[in-house]
């Protein structure tokens, strides 16, 4: 079985991945296209992907079998694949994972670069906390988001869209399979050490950056959105 979840970040996706991983044993390419993806493994953080030629990626993808892959369809663009050509119905199941609650998405992803560039103090995660336009950098990502979720939508039958709000309940739903504890505890651990980004105090960074406004800006005049 062949599984990819398409998605933008922030919406639970890395749980998603290793849930269905363990829940049916498949392989987990983790977020294919990102070349700067690290994990944290035996106290150090490691490169995930060595080689993302357009060859290896599409090796992998097509030569491979019992693998589930998160695709962030920003990545598709920034890499100048074409959408509408993918090879979308290699996948038995394309999980389109979104967030209701698009500000809540938005702060957490701010959150999480300032995480990686302030906090743990190493920018080797792909981040654009430290650059302007960062906001509007989000906003269009899921934009993105939602074009190529349309074009998934009508080129294949075997797509659903899943909420970060119902993963779980979702999952099980759509592979009909019952999640056990054991599955839901292994799907948890930690990509980074114990210290991780939800034991951070981000109130004074939320307050001297005006962040929470300055992202509602953004949201209305690119989405016509209202909190």
Not at 192 to 217: A, G, H
Request: charged share 25%.
């Amino acid at each position: 079985m062949r599984v990819a979840v398409v998605t933008s970040p922030r919406t639970g996706s890395t749980f998603c991945l290793r849930l269905i991983s363990n829940l049916l044993n498949l392989k987990n390419y983790e977020e294919i296209l990102n070349e700067l993806l690290y994990v944290f493994s035996d106290d150090s953080y490691v490169r995930l992907n060595t080689d993302i030629s357009d060859e290896s990626i599409f090796n992998k993808l097509l030569n491979t079998d019992d693998y589930v892959v998160k695709i962030i369809a920003s990545e598709l663009f920034e890499r100048n694949f074409d959408v509408n050509n993918f090879p979308w119905n290699i996948f038995d199941k394309i999980i389109l994972l979104e967030r209701d609650n698009i500000f809540e998405q938005i702060i957490s992803w701010y959150n999480l670069s300032y995480w990686q560039t302030t906090i743990i103090k190493q920018n080797i995660h792909k981040t654009y906390y430290v650059k302007d336009g960062f906001i509007e950098f989000a906003v269009d990502c899921i934009k993105k988001y939602h074009f190529v979720k349309d074009v998934v939508n009508k080129n294949t039958s075997n797509c659903v869209v899943v909420k970060k709000e119902n993963i779980v309940r979702d999952i099980s739903i759509i592979f009909d399979k019952h999640i056990t504890e054991d599955v839901m505890v292994n799907a948890r651990k930690l990509l980074v050490p114990e210290c991780d980004i939800n034991n951070v105090d981000y109130s004074i960074v939320m307050k001297t950056q005006n962040v929470k406004q300055r992202v509602l800006t953004v949201l209305e005049k690119e989405l016509k959105w209202n909190e």
